[in-house]
């Protein structure tokens, strides 16, 4: 019997409302040797639904034996993959074959190194400065607008990264399926609505379906996402999505802590105050079993 369903079923709406697809690369990205590209333009469809790209599948069944005589014996039958399909179709000959940048939307046609913008940035630094009643010729000052322009590069360098290159083919062939779980990953971020600072931790899980990650891959996975003008709640999404692009488990969790200068700094000013949010797909959304054995897991010291 077939057992392809949608993530549709699993509140797909919350999923596809909660995701930013401007600032993820997009799935073919995994795939690109198979389709002779390195970018593409943007879909003119739109943005495409996290339920349209995320499918559950059926494992794959061994082959019947030789005599004939032995019916094919299922590989977890009880257990489907989550598969990520691309949304767009890949045109091989778009005129931005050596684009560094053009997986990612929102850096569409920028320089082909992320130095390049070094100049640019320090220049805005520098009216930044003058605009704060500073002045930027003084002895502490005088260098601070190229120190600030690289470091800023430094905290959005995720921009500069893409799962595949991540990856770098730590994915290997292993009969597991039991819960994988790496928790308490350091993880720091930009807001992107103060350009503040969030910090915390975050904790992974997933459900192998004969295909397990580098554990050094998913605290590489945080790094991507967390280096970019990000708000929590897509980050949080975006590492699960990206696990379950990398090995295509039974179901990803992923639960992250974090501070917001944002709230500490200014505003409301509450010092202690922390905001958790979580990615349940899969068999994690399915069986509360699952995901309390991932909870107790993670909040286990």
Known sequence: MSFTRQLSEMSASELNDAIDDTNFPQAHIISRGRNNSVCSTSSTSGTSSLADRVVAQPEETQ?????GSEEPAPIHPNRPRLILKSSTSIPENDGHENCTFHHDLELDHKPPTREALLPDMARSYRLLLGGLGENPDRQGLIKTPERA?????Y???????????VLNGAVFDEDHDEMVVVKDIEMF???EHHLVPFYGKVSIGYLPCNKIL???????????????LQVQERLTKQIAVAVTQA???AGVAVVVEGVHMCMVMRGV???????????????????PKTREEFLNLVNSK
Request: positive net charge.
């Open 155 to 165: 905290f959005t360098k995720g921009y500069d990264q893409n799962l595949e290159d």
């Open 269 to 287: 000013q509450k010092i202690n105050s922390k905001t958790v949010t979580s990615t349940m797909l899969g068999v994690f959304r399915d069986d």
């Open 214 to 228: 580098g554990l050094s891959k998913l605290a590489r996975i945080v790094e991507i996402f967390s280096r970019r």
């Open 149 to 153: 322009a690289k470091a800023m590069l």
């Open 63 to 67: 082959p019947p034996s030789s005599t």
């Open 247 to 249: 090995v295509q488990p």
């Open 189 to 191: 971020s930009m807001c």
